[in-house]
């Protein structure tokens, strides 16, 4: 499996990006596709997350301004994000796990793309 981010760029707070990840390869195993963030200075942690049947996952931090989805192949991961804040600067990474078993847990997922770079500026 292959992930390759796009999508991220600069914006004012309040602001709005979609990110999108385009993926490829044998998705017959993957469970589970997630976006991740890894802020300067942090571990990566977990966004969004969103299993194969649909069922979609959120940090508390994501809930409500952040949108996980996924097109009806699994080719395309998207995450919209609204009410952009300052604290959302990162670099964001889209990733695959054929085993997960917390769906927020970067260990779980063994593929991951390069990493799209986020700034939110005050």
């Known amino acids: 499996v292959q992930l390759v981010e796009s999508g991220g760029g600069s914006v004012q707070a309040g602001g709005s990006l979609t990110l999108s990840c385009a993926v490829s390869?044998?998705?017959?195993?993957?469970?589970?596709l997630a976006w991740f963030r890894q802020r300067s200075g942090n571990e990566r942690e977990g966004v969004a997350g969103?299993?194969?049947?649909?069922?979609?996952y959120y940090t508390d931090s994501a809930k409500g301004r952040f949108t996980i989805s996924t097109d009806n192949t699994r080719e395309t991961l998207t995450l919209q994000m609204t009410s952009l804040k300052p604290e959302d600067t990162a670099m964001y990474y889209c990733?695959?796990?054929?085993?997960?078993?917390?769906?927020?847990?970067?260990?779980?997922?063994?593929?991951w793309g390069q990493g799209t770079q986020v700034t939110v500026s005050s």
């Open positions: 969103i299993d194969r049947d649909g069922t979609t």
């Open positions: 390869g044998d998705m017959y195993f993957v469970t589970c």
């Open positions: 990733a695959a796990s054929a085993r997960v078993r917390t769906w927020w847990w970067r260990n779980d997922y063994d593929k």
